[in-house]
Nanobody
Framework: QVQLVESGGGLVQAGGSLRLSCAASGDIFRFNMGWYRQAPGKQRELVAIISSGGIPTYADSVKGRFTISRDNAANRVFLQMNSLKPEDTAVYYC?????????WGQGTQVTVSS
């Protein structure tokens, strides 16, 4: 069992930056890791994922603005968010998975004011 805890959310003005962190209670080096978000009244959507081998993939809506990274030694995953827009407002969730297991964090709120 792996627990994931997100941090780093908050309120920021449009054009600003935030860095989210996801701390895992166990080793994540075999896990694919990702960030998802859910805005009020909308379905949860993929933001960015990073494979166990370190290859990132981004949603079109965040390409060029967000960067996902991982530190396996520290069991952490990060999401650097730049040039934030009001439409980025959502609860951001960390996910870790491999073929037999998937884990979710509780989420951290990101609010971008116009």
């Amino acid at each position: 069992q792996v627990q994931l805890v997100e941090s780093g959310g908050g309120l920021v003005q449009a054009g600003g930056s935030l860095r989210l962190s996801c701390a895992a209670s166990g080793d994540i080096f075999r896990f694919n890791m990702g960030w998802y978000r859910q805005a009020p009244g909308k379905q949860r959507e993929l933001v960015a994922i990073i494979s166990s081998g370190g290859i990132p993939t981004y949603a079109d809506s965040v390409k060029g603005r967000f960067t996902i990274s991982r530190d396996n030694a520290a069991n952490r995953v990060f999401l650097q968010m730049n040039s934030l827009k009001p439409e980025d407002t959502a609860v951001y969730y960390c996910r870790g998975w491999k073929p037999t297991n998937t884990y979710w964090g509780q989420g951290t709120q990101v609010t971008v004011s116009s």
